[in-house]
């Protein structure tokens, strides 16, 4: 297949993936879109869920595989669209539309170079493409549900938008919900343990206290207080404040390490995490594929935001056409270009990298 022939098929594909609404836990109509492709092309394909996923035609269990994911499911369009989220329309090389950047750009570019090797023979890995369900809510039916029923993953280049530089590490993420408790009381009486007046006290602490380990791809663990709830009526002080906080945690820190130091440190009465399964992702900097696009031109860094690398054990890579700042924003758009390049570049990495 030519490669100006993959890319313009893999383009039409994203048009039809923003026209069809995939919205976490609703992705039924994608996945079929993802099934349409492996037929047309007469590939060997499996579906799980809303997942959809393959291995190369000579895949060698004898060999090392890698796995090339991105989600095909999208947020919600936010309040200040101007076009129909689900149009597909280019104007002036960019392609707008919900999903277009994050990820339908990488979805489709992994897909055409997963096809572009399928029937390769002489690769160093094995092949595994999964286009999974549910990432933008971390649920349990999107990658977590699929690793046990595909071939052992040994490294995976996860597409996000990422310019196509290397994100070698990736920030883990734990949601905290605290309690600050007083003595419930009517406002017009004494009360020298009001819950409110505790957790201003509470609040100033999380604003300046500070994780000494920083990272040197990822800079500090960044900690915010993102929701705070409390009281029912103008006349009576609560007797407990409910905060969130949210971690971006570095990898300096595992994720239970965390959880440990705020139970210890903070001045709140209860403290628990959500969950501690988001950790840090990282692949070290000598792994094939880090020298091979670095021998590419591609710049290393680490990234601040969470994708399905969280829920893999396996070294991983983030790398995709697109730009992050465009993620969830209204009026969302990928460059043409950038996906054609995308797919370009991914396959020169796999050549440089595994042959």
């Known amino acids: 297949m030519m490669l100006e022939e993959l890319q313009r098929d893999a383009l039409a594909l994203l048009k039809n993936l923003i026209k069809?609404?995939?919205?976490s836990k609703e992705e039924d109509k994608t996945a079929e879109l993802l099934?349409?492709?492996?037929?047309?092309k007469e590939m060997t394909f499996y579906r799980h869920l809303n997942n959809v996923w393959a291995t190369n035609k000579y895949f060698d269990p004898t060999k090392p595989s890698l796995l090339l994911n991105s989600h095909h499911d999208t947020v919600k369009p936010n309040s200040a669209y101007t076009r129909d989220p689900f149009e597909a329309k280019i104007e002036n090389g960019k392609l707008y539309g919900l999903?277009?950047?994050?990820?339908?750009?990488c979805l489709v570019s992994l897909l055409a170079t997963f096809t572009w090797f399928y029937e390769a023979k002489d690769l160093e890995y094995n092949l595994i493409f999964a286009g999974t369900a549910e990432e933008e809510i971390n649920g349990k039916n999107g990658i977590s549900c699929m690793l046990p029923k595909m071939p052992k993953v040994d490294v995976a280049i996860v597409g996000e938008p990422t310019l196509m530089q290397l994100a070698i590490v990736e920030k883990g993420l734990v949601v905290f919900d605290a309690k600050v408790k007083g003595t419930p009381s009517h406002a017009a009486h004494p009360n020298d343990n009001n819950s409110i007046y505790k957790t201003a006290e509470a609040l100033k602490w999380f604003q300046e206290f500070d994780f000494p380990k920083e990272s040197e791809a990822l800079g500090k663990v960044k900690l915010t207080v993102t929701q705070i709830n409390a009281g029912s009526q103008h006349n009576v002080v609560p007797g407990h404040v409910d905060l969130v906080i949210d971690v971006r945690v570095n990898d300096a820190y595992s994720n239970a390490e965390i959880e440990q130091i705020l139970q210890e440190k903070a001045p709140v009465d209860e403290i628990f995490a959500r969950s501690l399964r988001l950790n840090s992702s990282s692949i070290p900097k000598k792994h094939e594929l880090v020298k091979a696009g670095i021998a590419l031109g591609m710049e290393t860094y680490g990234s601040p935001t969470l994708s399905d690398q969280a829920m893999l054990s396996c070294p991983s890579l983030k790398l995709g056409p697109g730009d992050s700042t465009r993620s969830h924003s209204a009026d969302e758009f990928i460059y043409v270009k950038e996906i054609e390049e995308g797919i370009e570049k991914?396959?020169?990495?796999?050549?440089?990298a595994f042959r």
């Not at 999903?99 to 750009?105: F, M």
């Not at 991914?346 to 440089?352: A, G, S, V």
Request: hydrophobic share 30%; charged share 30%; no cysteine.
């Open 20 to 23: 069809t609404q995939s919205f």
């Open 346 to 352: 991914y396959i020169k990495l796999l050549d440089k």
């Open 35 to 40: 099934e349409e492709w492996f037929r047309t």
């Open 99 to 105: 999903g277009s950047n994050d990820a339908g750009g």
